[in-house]
């Protein structure tokens, strides 16, 4: 999304204060660097400075067919794809108030990578112009039902918890597949799961604008609402947010924007939890409106950046961009989020007079509570009541630990 | 109490007897005549060569798996933790997958197999152990990492493979979980290391139980918790590589059971572990029972002899199935 990381750059001029001030300076080098590494390196290899000659010479030298049937639009796809994954994590992150919400968790991913497998290996032959409609059914089928059963759940671990499970339940789906399929269909399978940028042309880059198109205004409307979400339920109600509808309806752009992008790279895991981090890292006092460009631009930068070494690392056979992504993504996001916590509590202590006061569960590192909490609450009701003598201690133990642990 | 543990062996052995006639290629009249002694050659080679020790496997790795789950929720007082979500199953499956991938090991020598997986398990549960840093008292913290550290093995996972692609197919079934094609030699290979870490839970029960109620208690009680902790740890990874190597990654088997098994026989950890072992079996048994028959239903309703249910898909979506369940149950419930 270029326009979000213009915009950013264009309206994002805040008073300085340390990592803010380099946050642009840093993703425009970063962009640069990796989209010239990508078109220049490989096999043929195109010196920088003679990339301009050869993508105007267009298709009557190698290396100009090369950079523009190839390259270019590899280097858009990942782009593209990676603003949209670091917007819809930005957005799932802050709607659920969970800093471990990413894509994967919702049920798109497992979802489309259901409707890409199924015609592969049921031999269903498809024309070619509805090749794709399969993966975007698929994503939105998973994404579609998780809203439709978290519907009934209010709270945030519950939309949460139930993404889970349609991710689960649609991932037994995809191993009976892959138990069925040969050799070959298991590899294309396999690769496409991980999330792989290679091999798509300028038909998929094109492909993803009526998505974007929709869901541009519908980000640029939901991002006040999130800084709303983010003081906790009963403090967006009292500000006028329905927190029910507004989390739906979060949950439904991030869809929008995950469905289409995973249909044409496949899941590239991680991103959507990483860029968000990123983001909160550099301008940890800013809100919801800030941070969704900034995420947008971040997410760029790590699906571009994870392409390279996916493409070059162990030439000439091509490693997926997400396994790049998830390797080196979570530890980064992890030390992120511990850092970023640490620095946000000591920035607050100064600066609690000038900013809006943070909800209970503010920081990110609280929010982390959500999930196991949900699991300590399950667990003291499911075994509580047919505990015998030293039952009742341990889960209230447990119960104890999980809520007031982290915050 | 005794009269649980009675219902549910009498489940097993049910469980056991459908495994025994469930499965393509011989009705239940023929499985009869073999046990009382007749049928040709091929019957008894699938009766006495296939089917039992496919059956002895399931019952020993869903033990496992449900023993290996309560440990580690009871050791780390965390509800959450299954042997899935803290790295363990995962970093077995790495283990080996890349030991099969550099030819250290293979379906010629199953040995090496389990001791790769049990090498893999301890790694992912040390990089759990690194990863989580200060934050590894904390439950919640621990369970955060844990699904961390299994991205990021699963990202490692996909580098093998990716590398050796011929690799793919052969060990397609430990990413899924399945019981098709277990013969005595993994039988006799499962059950001293199951029978070893087995006992070592059962002595570190009494412990345990102690643990789960938090460490001051613990402490007070004259309990060195750490140790204690370590070696739980410790015996928790060794029988989930060992089901592991044997029959893959079965999902939440190891989530689950052990709740189910608390539930139903207490929190005391000396009934509940037996119990858990129990129950887990009696999960994965008749998990393959049903995968069995339904794959053979559906093979004849759909008329297609290339569909086969893996018992690690059906786990996986009675898992899913129960947690929708749950959620829903409680939806104004603050989780």
């Known amino acids: 999304m270029p326009a979000a990381a213009d915009r950013a750059a264009a309206g994002g001029q805040p008073p300085p204060r340390g990592a803010r001030r380099w946050q642009p300076l840093l993703v425009v080098a970063l962009l640069a660097a990796s989209a010239v590494c990508a078109l220049s390196l490989g096999t043929p290899y195109v010196p920088p400075h003679r990339l301009v000659a050869a993508a105007t010479a267009g298709d009557t030298t190698l290396a100009g067919i090369v950079v523009t049937e190839l390259r270019v639009p590899r280097v858009l796809l990942a782009f593209v794809a990676g603003a949209c994954l670091g917007a819809a994590g930005l957005v799932l992150q802050e709607a659920l108030r969970n800093p471990l919400a990413v894509p994967e968790m919702l049920g798109v991913s497992s979802g489309a990578a259901l409707g890409v497998a199924a015609p592969l290996v049921l031999t269903l032959s498809l024309p070619a112009a509805v090749q794709p409609l399969p993966a975007i059914g698929g994503a939105a089928l998973g994404g579609g039902l998780t809203l439709l059963v978290a519907g009934l759940g209010r709270s945030p671990s519950a939309v949460l918890l139930t993404g889970a499970a349609v991710a689960a339940g649609l991932q037994a789906a995809l191993l009976v597949l892959m138990v069925m399929a040969d050799q070959l269909d298991l590899q294309l399978i396999y690769r496409y799961l991980l999330g792989s940028l290679s091999a798509r042309t300028w038909d998929d880059v094109t492909g993803l604008w009526p998505w974007l198109v929709l869901a541009a205004p519908a980000l640029v409307l939901c991002a006040p609402v999130l800084a709303v979400m983010r003081l906790g339920d009963e403090d967006a109600e009292a500000l006028g947010v329905r927190a029910r509808h507004a989390r739906l309806a979060a949950l439904a752009v991030a869809v929008v924007l995950i469905a289409p992008v995973t249909a044409v790279c496949g899941p590239v895991a991680w991103v959507g939890f990483l860029a968000p981090h990123l983001s909160r890292w550099f301008d940890p006092g800013a809100g919801a409106v800030r941070w969704l460009p900034w995420s947008a631009a971040w997410g760029a930068v790590v699906v571009m950046a994870a392409d390279v070494p996916a493409r070059l690392a162990l030439a000439p056979v091509e490693t997926p961009a997400g396994a790049w992504t998830a390797l080196l993504g979570v530890p980064a996001g992890v030390a992120l989020m511990r850092s970023g916590g640490r620095r946000r509590a000591a920035l607050r202590a100064p600066a609690a007079a000038g900013e809006p006061p943070p909800g209970p569960r503010g920081t990110a590192s609280g929010a982390a509570g959500d999930v196991p909490r949900a699991g300590a609450e399950k667990h003291a009701r499911g075994a509580g009541p047919e505990r015998g003598g030293p039952g009742g201690t341990p889960s209230r133990a447990v119960r104890t630990t999980g809520t007031e642990g982290p915050r | 109490m005794t009269r649980r543990f009675t219902a549910l062996a009498a489940l097993a052995a049910v469980c056991a007897c459908v495994e025994l006639v469930a499965g393509r290629g011989m009705s239940p009249g023929v499985v009869w005549d073999v046990l009382n002694g007749g049928g040709d050659a091929t019957e008894r080679h699938i009766l006495f060569r296939l089917r039992l020790p496919r059956l002895l ?149 009494g412990p345990l139980t102690l643990l789960r109620c938090g460490d001051d208690i613990a402490l007070a009680a004259g309990l060195s918790a750490r140790r204690a902790r370590t070696l739980a740890l410790l015996c928790a990874v060794a029988l989930t590589a060992g089901a592991v190597a044997a029959v893959g990654a079965l999902g939440f088997v190891g989530l689950l059971v052990p709740h189910l098994a608390v539930a139903v026989f207490g929190a005391d950890l000396r009934r509940s572990l037996p119990g858990a072992a129990l129950a887990g079996a009696v999960v994965v048994c008749g998990a393959d029972a049903a995968a069995q028959s339904s794959s053979r239903l559906l093979a004849a309703v759909l008329d297609s002899d290339r569909l086969t249910l893996p018992v690690g898909a059906l786990t996986a979506g009675l898992g899913a199935a129960l947690l929708l369940v749950v959620v829903r149950r409680a939806p104004d419930r603050t989780f």
């Open chain 2, 57 to 205: 496997v399931a019952l020993c790795a869903g033990a496992c798996l449900a023993v290996a789950g309560l440990v580690l929720q009871s050791a780390l007082r965390n509800p959450l933790a299954g042997p899935e979500v803290t790295g363990v199953t995962p970093g077995a499956v790495l283990g080996a997958v890349t030991a099969t991938a550099l030819g250290l090991a293979g379906w010629e020598s199953p040995l090496a197999v389990v001791l790769a997986a049990c090498a893999g398990g301890c790694a992912g549960a040390a990089l759990l152990w690194l990863l989580a840093g200060r934050g590894r008292g904390d439950p919640a913290q621990t369970a955060v990492h844990g699904v961390l550290v299994s991205a990021v093995l699963g990202g490692l996972t996909a580098m093998v493979l990716l590398v050796e692609p011929g690799e793919l197919g052969s060990v397609v079934q430990w990413l899924v979980g399945t019981t098709e094609g277990r013969v005595w030699e993994h039988w006799h290979l499962l059950w001293p290391w199951v029978l070893l870490w087995g006992t070592a839970a059962w002595l570190l029960a």
